[in-house]
Nanobody, 125 residues
Framework: QVQLVESGGGSVQAGGSLRLSCTSSGRDSTSYTMGWFRQAPGKEREFVASISRNGGGTYYTNSMKGRFTIFRDNAKNTVYLQMNGLEPEDTAVYYC??????????????????WGQGTQVTVSS
């Protein structure tokens, strides 16, 4: 069983930055691929980024690549999402999650079994 807790959300002006954190606990909590997703009002849950167990493999949605960076610190059981150059379109609830899948399969929400409660990110213009 794995528990995930997100933090670091908030309200910023367009062009600003935020760093989200997701801390995990439970059995073998550092042995999973971890991903970030977001969901805006009226839209489907959207893949943002994922990172392999050892941090050696990362995947991004094309619209995020170059602005967002995912990384992890397994000693702290934490995965991060650094978000720069935020735009109003980035406003959403951001979730972290874990999966045993690797590679491209980590882009699909249906492969994730454990989810955090989410943290709100609001970007104003």
């Amino acid at each position: 069983q794995v528990q995930l807790v997100e933090s670091g959300g908030g309200s910023v002006q367009a062009g600003g930055s935020l760093r989200l954190s997701c801390t995990s606990s439970g059995r073998d909590s550092t042995s999973y691929t971890m991903g970030w997703f977001r969901q805006a009002p009226g839209k489907e849950r959207e893949f943002v980024a994922s990172i392999s167990r050892n941090g050696g493999g990362t995947y991004y949605t094309n619209s995020m690549k170059g602005r967002f960076t995912i990384f992890r610190d397994n000693a702290k059981n934490t995965v991060y999402l650094q978000m720069n150059g935020l735009e109003p379109e980035d406003t959403a609830v951001y979730y972290c999650a874990t999966t045993s899948r690797v590679g491209p399969d980590s882009r699909a929400p249906r492969h994730y079994n454990y989810w955090g409660q989410g943290t709100q990110v609001t970007v104003s213009s």
